[in-house]
């Protein structure tokens, strides 16, 4: 674990930037950047017009560890680079930006109220690549639709699980069991989300 990094996430000040959109909704993240489905053809050159509006951002004077404590990146973000540098490297030494990799595949389908992270068949070999690459933590998010217990349960057992998987890999895990915002039971759903987070 860098010492740094956790220096500046245990004492900084700031928020976390979520520059993590994923294949699914990379289209509607360039739309409200301006670029219609229309104006590029295939996933190349839409993860490279993505990555181009990363890098703008991440590159501008406003975007330093001032304001920003942390930067959530795409996999495929860290494996690129930025002014030269890794990605990781460029938030890091350049921003002093505190760099994250988004590890989870998406939401498996929802059961019992709630939708599970699919599985993660590479995440060791990931990890190892992100901590080479000079990243400090992840994030991976689950999602809470109902108030039902077992579907909360099945969603805090799992992000511990693979939160234990990062710890021991050296990085440190964003656990996100993520209460839908527009949930009609979404208060009972917060208070069996706690209890089950203060049984762990």
Do not use: C
């Amino acid at each position: 674990m860098n010492r740094e990094h956790f220096k500046a996430m245990n004492s900084g000040r700031g928020f976390i930037a979520a520059l993590d959109q994923s294949g699914g909704s990379t289209p509607k993240a360039l739309g409200l950047y301006g670029i219609d489905e229309g104006s590029y053809s295939g996933d190349e050159q839409m993860f490279d017009l993505v990555h181009q509006m990363r890098s703008r951002i991440v590159t501008s004077p406003a975007f330093t560890g001032d304001r920003v404590l942390g930067a959530i990146l795409f996999e495929m973000t860290m494996d690129r680079e930025i002014e030269g540098l890794g990605s990781a490297a460029y938030l890091w030494d350049v921003k002093k930006v505190v760099p994250f990799l988004k590890v989870d595949k998406g939401l498996a389908d929802e059961a019992d109220g709630a939708q599970v992270m699919k599985p993660m068949p590479n995440l060791d070999a990931l990890l190892t690549r992100a901590k080479d690459k000079g990243v400090f933590g992840t994030k991976m998010r689950s999602v809470i639709t109902l108030a039902n217990k077992a579907g909360i349960d099945a969603v805090v057992k799992q992000q511990f699980e693979i939160g234990r998987q990062i710890f021991a890999a050296g990085l440190v895990p964003i656990i996100e069991p993520e209460v839908d915002i527009h949930s009609p039971e979404k208060a009972a759903a917060e208070t069996l989300l706690k209890a089950a987070l203060l049984d762990r």
